[in-house]
Nanobody, 120 residues
Framework: QVQLVESGGGLVQPGGSLRLSCLAT????????MGWYRQVPGNQRELVAEITSGGSTNYADSVKGRFTISRDNVKKMVYLQMNSVKPEDTAVYYCNAAVVTTYYQRFGAWGQGTQVTVSS
């Protein structure tokens, strides 16, 4: 059973910082691309940042210069460093990973989501 375990969410004041972490567990041969998405109730889920197995990154325009995605391939973890947060960053953040479980099987796995609230 593949699981993505998230941590680091919570309440933070505008201008503050948070670091989200996501650990991929289970019978996993390898992890390809990983990413962070966020969703506000009533809205579509949107891509925040993604990172390939080789380290190439892509960010939403709204977070460029403030957020940084990184990964540890040995630990099978992905991180999202959130600096200078704004109230508009308030959302449920979801971890995503493209995992290979057997020679034939690969699929996208999702975390359960972690709430990030930016408020004074």
């Amino acid at each position: 059973q593949v699981q993505l375990v998230e941590s680091g969410g919570g309440l933070v004041q505008p201008g503050g910082s948070l670091r989200l972490s996501c650990l991929a567990t289970g019978s996993i041969l390898s992890v390809n691309a990983m990413g962070w998405y966020r969703q506000v109730p009533g809205n579509q889920r949107e891509l925040v940042a993604e990172i390939t197995s080789g380290g190439s990154t892509n960010y939403a325009d709204s977070v460029k210069g403030r957020f940084t995605i990184s990964r540890d391939n040995v630990k099978k973890m992905v991180y999202l460093q959130m600096n200078s947060v704004k109230p508009e960053d308030t959302a449920v953040y979801y971890c995503n990973a493209a995992v290979v479980t057997t020679y034939y099987q690969r699929f996208g796995a999702w975390g359960q989501g972690t709430q990030v609230t930016v408020s004074s």
